[in-house]
């Protein structure tokens, strides 16, 4: 099992920032890629930021320059850094993580999901 926690989501006001963080842990062997991904009301969940084991960051058209995207590999966590935050940033941010388990006998393959934590931009 690997488990992820999200925190850092909020209430600010349009313009304003917030940074989220993730942490992984539980059966780790090595995670691929990390990112993350939001939900508005309605809408399907969608790619905000991801990035590669190599550090290769990937981000949403609406969200570039805004947002930045980092990780530590050696403390399995992931945080998003969010700017200029817009309306239409609000949602459940869900951070999400890859890669392969050990649980000290079999390794297998993780794709795992964390709880979500709101983001709410007031206009």
């Known amino acids: 099992q690997v488990q992820l926690v999200e925190s850092g989501g909020g209430l600010v006001q349009a313009g304003g920032s917030l940074r989220l963080s993730c942490v992984a842990s539980?059966?780790?062997?090595?995670?691929?890629?990390m990112g993350w991904y939001r939900q508005a009301p309605g809408k399907q969940r969608e790619l905000v930021a991801r990035?590669?084991?190599?550090?290769?960051?990937t981000y949403e058209e609406s969200v570039k320059g805004r947002f930045t995207i980092s990780r530590d590999n050696a403390k399995n966590t992931v945080s998003l850094q969010m700017n200029s935050l817009k309306p239409e940033d609000t949602g459940v941010y869900f951070c999400?993580?890859?890669?392969?388990?050990?649980?000290?006998?079999?390794?297998?393959?993780?794709?795992?999901w964390g709880q979500g934590t709101q983001v709410t931009v007031s206009s």
């Open positions: 539980g059966d780790i062997f090595s995670i691929n890629t």
């Open positions: 999400n993580a890859d890669g392969i388990r050990h649980n000290g006998r079999y390794y297998g393959d993780f794709n795992s």
């Open positions: 990035v590669s084991s190599s550090d290769t960051p």
